[in-house]
């Protein structure tokens, strides 16, 4: 298969906490570009930082990006930031003035009119919505296409997976959400298939970007969650590592713990790690989608704090970042 197990690359990134990385040197990892970091010019007009997928920008038709948290006016997650969901802290008039600021970065406007954003109620489901207009009733579910220009498909996420799919012959993009529980419900394969359904798409005419969420450096879970990735993938139990948690009286004193076991010290509990990039990236491999053709981002959340929102290391209160797609009118 695709993935290369016994290689490992990469130390961890900043804040992680977790020691040295292991994560699997994947085939074909192409990272993102991050832009420019521009900071706002005033305190009226913040210009939103965005993360674009290298192989994505070559399309001069499609307009792409994934929101960070920096360049907004949301002031409840600390300093200034780029907050993109209506969530429970913040108000809503700001987040709308930040989702405008966010479409301006991203170029998604003619003669400074700003194109409709099509967003769902997001359930961690497979479900999955063409559009070619904005809907009337807000929409339920984890996925959106379009082949219509002049329209931009949002997702939003804050640890889970933005995935981007993009039909370089068609010209046709879908977006999804994919969280652990999409992602064993096969929201990414899905989307390949209802691509086919409705633009006559060939898997191997699509690029694919993963845009940041949590990775298997901070991703913690349960072995009920191994279960039921084992349960559903033949390659399941590939997804995940275990690392054995830390105790400081044996690292400071090792030797100790060579022979006999102190009193008080038992068998130190292991804690278990999801790789949800690998995850949805063998699921495109396998949708048909070519190695080559799908970025990942370096760019983990729970690590990278100071760029992006994490629903995990900051506890449940931050704010939510949008990954965008939008075909050029
Ligand atoms: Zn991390």
Avoid at 15 to 26: A, D, E, Q, S, Y
Avoid at 46 to 58: C, H, N
Avoid at 60 to 68: A, E, K, P, R, V
Wanted: proline share 5%; net charge positive.
């Amino acid at each position: 298969m695709a993935a290369q197990c016994s290689e490992f690359t990469g130390a961890c990134q900043p804040n992680c906490g977790i020691g040295t990385m292991v994560r699997p040197l994947l085939d074909k990892v192409v990272a993102t570009n991050m832009g420019a970091v521009e900071k706002s010019r005033t305190h009226e007009t913040p210009k939103a930082q965005v993360v674009t997928a290298a192989p994505l920008t070559a399309f001069s038709w499609l307009i792409h990006g994934f929101s960070t948290r920096q360049g907004g006016r949301s002031d409840v997650y600390g300093g200034r930031s780029l907050n993109l969901g209506f969530t429970k802290q913040d108000s809503h008039s700001v987040v709308e003035q930040n989702r405008r600021t966010f479409l301006r970065g991203l170029g998604a406007s003619k003669n400074a009119r700003l194109w409709p954003l099509v967003t769902q109620r997001q359930v961690h489901s497979d479900l999955i919505h063409c559009v070619d207009s904005v809907p009337e009733h807000p929409l339920t579910g984890d996925g959106l296409l379009t082949r219509t220009p002049g329209i931009v498909l949002g997702i939003l996420t804050a640890d889970c997976l933005p995935v981007i799919l993009v039909d370089s012959k068609r010209r046709a993009v879908g977006i999804f959400h994919a969280g652990w529980r999409g992602t064993v419900k096969r929201i990414v394969e899905k989307g390949v298939g209802e691509m086919q359904r409705y633009f006559g798409t060939r898997a191997r005419d699509l690029k694919a970007a993963i845009g940041p969420g949590i990775y298997a450096c901070c991703y913690a879970v349960g072995p009920e969650i191994r279960e039921q990735f084992e349960s559903q993938f033949t390659y399941g139990s590939e997804l995940f590592h275990e690392i054995k948690e830390s105790d400081p009286i044996r690292d400071k004193y090792p030797l100790l713990f060579l022979s006999a076991r102190p009193p008080g010290h038992s068998e130190l509990p292991k804690k278990l790690f999801l790789d949800l990039t690998e995850a949805n990236r063998r699921q495109l491999v396998c949708a048909g989608v070519a190695a080559r053709n799908i970025s990942v981002s370096p760019l983990c959340t729970s690590c990278r704090t100071d760029l992006l929102f994490s629903h995990r290391a900051e506890k449940g209160v931050t704010g939510r970042m949008m990954a965008a797609v939008a075909i050029r009118k």
